[in-house]
Nanobody, 122 residues
Framework: VQLVESGGSVVQTGGSLTLSCAAS????????MSWLRQAPGKGPEWVSSIKTADGKTYYANSVKGRFTISRDNAKNTVYLQMNSLKPEDTARYFC????????????????WGQGTQVTVSS
């Protein structure tokens, strides 16, 4: 199983980024996927999830209305479009296969990637 994130960068407050996560080693179209983030010195924080059965999406209150999760099952890829970025969004973002959609701890993640760094400058 492999999850490889890309797209992280340094952006200014109010900017946008799109993160990608390429999955392999499992049947991507059969599983729900999540994005989490972890800032230095803090635990992981659940950001968003997308279900495979009905495509329903879920967001943490801190990103609702600014971030959009999507997936392309043909490409085995999940995306996170991030708009109106704030300094508090600075973190390492990683995708994961969760045991349930709002999982915010490594103990309920089946697999996760190494992550990609997002830094929002003020």
């Amino acid at each position: 199983v492999q999850l490889v994130e890309s797209g992280g960068s340094v952006v200014q407050t109010g900017g946008s980024l799109t993160l990608s996560c390429a999955a392999s080693g499992f049947t991507f179209s059969n599983v729900d996927m999540s994005w989490l983030r972890q800032a230095p010195g803090k635990g992981p924080e659940w950001v968003s999830s997308i279900k495979t059965a009905d495509g329903k999406t879920y967001y943490a209150n801190s990103v609702k209305g600014r971030f959009t999760i999507s997936r392309d099952n043909a490409k085995n890829t999940v995306y996170l479009q991030m708009n109106s970025l704030k300094p508090e969004d600075t973190a390492r973002y990683f995708c994961a296969r969760p045991q349930f959609y709002s999982c915010s701890s490594y103990v309920c993640l089946d697999y996760w990637g190494q992550g990609t760094q997002v830094t929002v400058s003020s």
